[in-house]
């Protein structure tokens, strides 16, 4: 698995992108059926309180082609999470909702 991260309006996130089919024991990865991508958001640590995090698995019927479409994907979808929401409601607050795209 892969992971970049970086800030968007003051939350963290962490991209995440591995491999659609896990790799056996005593084999090589598997790379040829694609990849699948989540993303996770999280509160930067201030030290004055424990931050909060959740990971979304970015929605799809297929896995993705290859490991870059996978990050632009996964780094869409944690921004339309976080601005997606309205001025009161945030994905804090969210139960297993999708955005449809």
């Known amino acids: 698995m892969t992971a970049t991260s970086r800030l968007y309006r003051g939350l963290e996130i962490h991209l995440l992108v591995y491999p659609h089919r896990a790799t056996q024991t005593g084999f090589g990865h598997n790379y040829d059926e694609g990849f699948d991508a989540s993303v996770r958001i999280c509160e930067p640590d201030t030290g004055a309180s424990r931050p909060r995090s959740r990971v979304f698995r970015v929605p799809g019927t297929r896995p993705f082609p290859n490991a870059g479409d996978a990050r632009r994907a996964s780094a869409v979808y944690a921004e339309l999470l976080i601005d997606g929401g309205g ?13 449809r795209q």
């Open 87 to 99: 001025p009161e409601r945030t994905i804090w607050d969210r139960k297993q909702e999708r955005l």
